[in-house]
């Protein structure tokens, strides 16, 4: 029977600096993405009057989202560019940017009041309001049937 000499596998010295970095700084910035930009998760709760609609997107700005309705859609988009230079005494510069985008759509139901859809932003959440249409109901007239 032979005997396999396992060796451990020792970290390189720049993967053993990236692994020092993951646990001091956010992901995003080791690995040079911008989650706040991903798709982002979506809530939607229904109540008598209108349907409420939750989007995580921290890190955005107000300006950052693009939001309308387009051929019964209510489509939601976001872009966000952010350039960052580091400069250090001697020869070592470093400029980097990031950009990231999402765009997700949903269909709208005829029950839906197009516009009078609201949204407002605050603490990394986009809240959109999507009211429902008033029912009308037709008042029952009496009239009088002929037999024929």
Do not use: C
Request: charged share 30%; hydrophobic share 30%.
């Amino acid at each position: 029977m032979n005997h396999s000499k396992f060796n451990q596998v020792q970290p390189s010295d720049a993967l053993g600096k990236w692994i020092d970095n993951l646990f001091s700084k956010s992901l995003s910035d080791v690995i040079g993405l911008d989650y706040s930009v991903s798709t982002p998760s979506v809530n939607i709760t229904e109540t008598d009057t209108a349907y409420m609609m939750h989007l995580a997107a921290p890190g955005l700005n107000k300006k950052d989202f693009n939001i309308r309705v387009e051929n019964d859609n209510l489509v939601i988009s976001a872009e966000k560019k952010e350039e960052k230079e580091e400069s250090k005494p001697g020869r070592f510069t470093r400029r980097e940017f990031n950009y990231g985008a999402f765009r997700r759509s949903f269909h709208l139901d005829e029950k839906i009041n197009r516009d009078g859809i609201t949204a407002t932003y605050e603490d990394g959440v986009l809240k959109i309001t999507l009211p429902k249409k008033e029912v009308t109901i037709e008042k029952q007239s009496s009239h009088v049937i002929d037999i024929n």
